[in-house]
């Protein structure tokens, strides 16, 4: 069993009650809600006469079902009319603060709560979304739940969890040139596959992480439920200190003295133990890029694509499912497929970080005439920086499609999807059948440099040969 | 919201041979645009079902099936909960597989949806014979964590917790949270970033 570790510190310190059933009852730091798995519970407090325990730590925006063209009321999608209407009828009713379109905060929850300093080590933090486990990197613990689960925090907020085991992935060295966050992730699960996570949180630390940025950080915890891990955090450090000062919600003054220390106690002490540890020497990380079903199934770029043999089992239909859906064989070069979009955008990749590598590559380029880019912020803030920076210009030169703040083709709950069996490059976190709107759709996943430069050449391309832009 | 005890499920089988099935398949996002649950039903696998002639949940052979025999990490990716609804909603009151997925397999939990792990061995034998014979009846008993046809019994791992609340009736878990209450506040007036360095903005 773990201990001494930031989850098991964190957990104990947030733990309510033993339920009878075994579970801890924890209790909640933070909940972000938005549109979409949250009507059904806010139904469910009205059935049982309940407020909301906690409105101010809890805090909505709107992110799933935005169009990021045209967003003049009503929406021409009536169900997405109707659903913004129920979630401004329920943040009013029952008081929780809600940062609309007009707030110049809205964004993707997963982006504006690190942005807006809503996010803070040591908290828990639970949202109606998987990819809540992006929090971690601002040391919390953070977790997706279930509408059920979202009706139990605003009633009460708290959760009845079962406690995780902690596997600490250690990424030693240093990375390459062009290989980024996103290629990290990619290969956590990659080696330790989509189920390798079950059961556990993720500690991610050495060289890599110590040395990577906050949004980065941020882009490798937002994938590790993609390796079946709920949680995976990084333990604060100065970067995360320094990336949280100044901020909105960030504690100031003699406050923010406090808040430092209880951020610098909560961090694994140097007697931690885990329940395993994995590593990965830096040096080893590709590029990656997935070519199947799953966002195990990826590959260097500049590697063969793997035989089906090396596939146990199971595995092994999948990854013929896989090959089949994708019209891939195995032992080719995923390098020099051709592309139909290019998807620059979603709460893994939407952040300014992602936008200035996006535009530093692109810039003097061509978007290829055969691909349709767009180009979508994480957050309001993140659009105006950008603009401020003039990367939408660059963005639009090029001939990509600069968008207003959403989720946009993550998924597809909002007009930008796929159509009939367009391949698509991206940025986002799931290349799961049908994921991005089209049933027939299929999807490539890539770090922010990989799209740039196979948007340009019009099929998957290796940014390390973009000559000295990468 | 009531809430009832789960002692035994008694019923055919529909068979989920394959792994990894997300929850985008289960219930694809663009049914997740609805503000209630209802009908969501509709939507379960029906993307798979329009491009799969004899999908296991239309052959007529398993109408009225009330479990599913599922692969390895069932229910992975979103945590939509529309996933178990749709699945509950159809009539599938327990699912036996090799693996679910964490997400998963909580919100099944919260809505009273017991799901039993079994080795790929036997999953591979009960989704057989649900294919082979699929008028069998299988019995998934809960307090023994089996499940059954025949003469045949294989164990079942059931999560303690779990199967204890499903027994006692207590898997709405919503009253007993609200039960503490005033721990909860304890809790609340214990942490730093509660009371120590709150923002104001908080």
């Known amino acids: 069993m773990s201990k001494n570790t930031l989850y098991d510190k964190v957990w104990d310190s947030h733990t309510v009650a033993k339920l009878d059933s075994g579970q801890d009852q924890i209790f909640i730091g933070l909940h972000l809600i938005h549109e979409v798995t949250t009507p059904q519970a806010f139904g469910m407090l009205k059935e049982i006469g309940s407020g909301v325990a906690f409105p101010g730590r809890t805090i909505g925006?709107?992110?799933?079902?935005?169009?990021?063209?045209?967003?003049?009321?009503?929406?021409?999608?009536?169900?997405?009319?109707?659903?913004?209407?129920?979630?401004?009828?329920?943040?009013?009713?029952?008081?929780?603060r809600f940062l609309h379109l007009d707030s110049g905060k809205q964004g993707i929850v997963h982006v504006i709560g690190p942005e807006l300093g809503l996010s803070q080590p040591g908290m828990t933090i639970a949202c109606g979304d998987s990819h809540t486990s992006t929090h971690g990197a601002m040391g919390s613990l953070g977790f997706g739940i279930g509408t059920t689960e979202v009706g139990h925090v605003l009633a009460t907020q708290t959760l009845a969890l079962n406690r995780l085991k902690v596997k600490r992935i250690e990424v030693t060295g240093a990375l390459g040139p062009g290989v980024t966050p996103k290629d990290v992730t990619l290969r956590v699960i990659h080696d330790l596959g989509i189920k390798g996570g079950l059961g556990f949180a993720y500690e991610y630390g050495g060289d890599v992480f110590?040395?990577?940025?906050?949004?980065?950080?941020?882009?490798?915890?937002?994938?590790?439920?993609?390796?079946?891990?709920?949680?995976?955090?990084?333990?604060p450090d100065e970067t995360t200190f320094e990336y949280l000062e100044g901020r909105e919600?960030?504690?100031?003054?003699?406050?923010?003295?406090?808040?430092?220390?209880?951020w610098r106690d909560i961090a694994s002490g140097d007697d931690a133990e885990y329940d395993d540890v994995y590593e990965i020497a830096g040096e080893s990380i590709e590029p990656m890029v997935t070519w199947g079903i799953n966002p195990g199934h990826s590959v260097g770029i500049s590697q063969p694509l793997p035989e089906v043999g090396s596939f146990a089992g199971e595995d092994r239909k999948t990854a013929e499912h896989g090959y089949d859906f994708m019209d891939l064989r195995p032992g080719e070069s995923i390098l020099g497929t051709k592309v139909d979009v290019a998807f620059l955008g979603s709460c893994t990749n939407s952040r300014i970080s992602d936008?200035?590598?996006?535009?530093?590559?692109?810039?003097?380029?061509?978007?290829?005439p055969g691909v349709r880019m767009l180009v979508v912020p994480g957050s309001q803030q993140v659009k105006q920086q950008a603009e401020e920076e003039g990367l939408h210009e660059i963005f639009n030169e090029a001939g990509a499609e600069w968008r207003e703040a959403g989720c946009s083709m993550c998924l597809g709950m909002n007009p930008d999807k796929l159509v009939g069996a367009e391949r698509s490059i991206s940025t986002s976190n799931r290349n799961f059948i049908g994921r991005q709107g089209s049933p027939r759709g299929r999807t490539h996943l890539g770090s922010p440099a990989v799209v740039v430069s196979s948007a340009i050449a019009g099929c998957i391309a290796d940014p390390r040969e973009m000559g000295e832009q990468a | 919201m009531s809430t009832k005890r789960i002692e035994k499920i008694v019923g055919k089988a529909i068979p989920m041979p394959r792994d990894d099935i997300d929850t985008d398949r289960i219930t694809p996002a663009r049914f997740l645009k609805s503000i209630t649950f209802e009908g969501i039903e509709k939507a379960l696998f029906?993307?798979?079902?329009?491009?799969?002639?004899d999908h296991p949940v239309d052959n007529p052979a398993?109408?009225?099936?009330?479990?599913?025999?599922?692969?390895?990490?069932?229910?992975?990716?979103?945590?939509?909960?529309?996933?178990?609804?749709?699945?509950?909603?159809?009539g599938v009151e327990v699912l036996v597989g090799v693996s679910f997925a964490e997400i998963f397999a909580g919100n099944c939990f919260a809505i009273?949806?017991?799901?039993?792990?079994?080795?790929?061995?036997?999953?591979?034998?009960?989704?057989?014979?649900?294919?082979?014979?699929?008028?069998?009846?299988?019995?998934?008993?809960?307090?023994?964590?089996?499940v059954s046809y025949g003469e045949r019994v294989i164990s079942i791992d059931i999560q303690e917790t779990r199967q204890k609340a499903f027994l006692a009736g207590t898997w709405d878990m919503l009253a007993n949270l609200r039960g503490n209450l005033p721990q909860v506040e304890e809790v609340a007036q214990s942490l730093p970033y509660v009371t120590n360095f709150e923002s104001e903005a908080q």
């Open chain 1, 61 to 96: 925006t709107v992110d799933h079902i935005i169009p990021t063209l045209s967003q003049i009321r009503p929406y021409e999608d009536e169900q997405a009319e109707k659903m913004m209407a129920a979630l401004e009828q329920n943040v009013n009713e029952f008081g929780v």
């Open chain 2, 112 to 146: 009273g949806v017991p799901l039993g792990v079994a080795s790929a061995d036997d999953v591979n034998e009960l989704i057989k014979q649900a294919q082979e014979e699929p008028e069998t009846r299988f019995t998934v008993d809960i307090r023994n964590a089996t």
């Open chain 2, 62 to 90: 398993h109408k009225g099936a009330n479990m599913m025999f599922v692969g390895k990490n069932f229910g992975s990716g979103s945590s939509r909960e529309h996933a178990p609804q749709a699945l509950k909603r159809f």
């Open chain 1, 210 to 235: 110590d040395t990577m940025s906050m949004e980065g950080r941020m882009t490798v915890c937002n994938m590790s439920i993609e390796g079946g891990a709920r949680i995976g955090y990084v333990n």
């Open chain 2, 46 to 53: 029906c993307d798979e079902r329009e491009n799969t002639p």
């Open chain 1, 249 to 262: 919600f960030s504690p100031e003054g003699e406050a923010w003295e406090r808040g430092l220390a209880y």
């Open chain 1, 355 to 368: 936008l200035r590598e996006g535009a530093r590559l692109l810039k003097g380029n061509k978007v290829h």
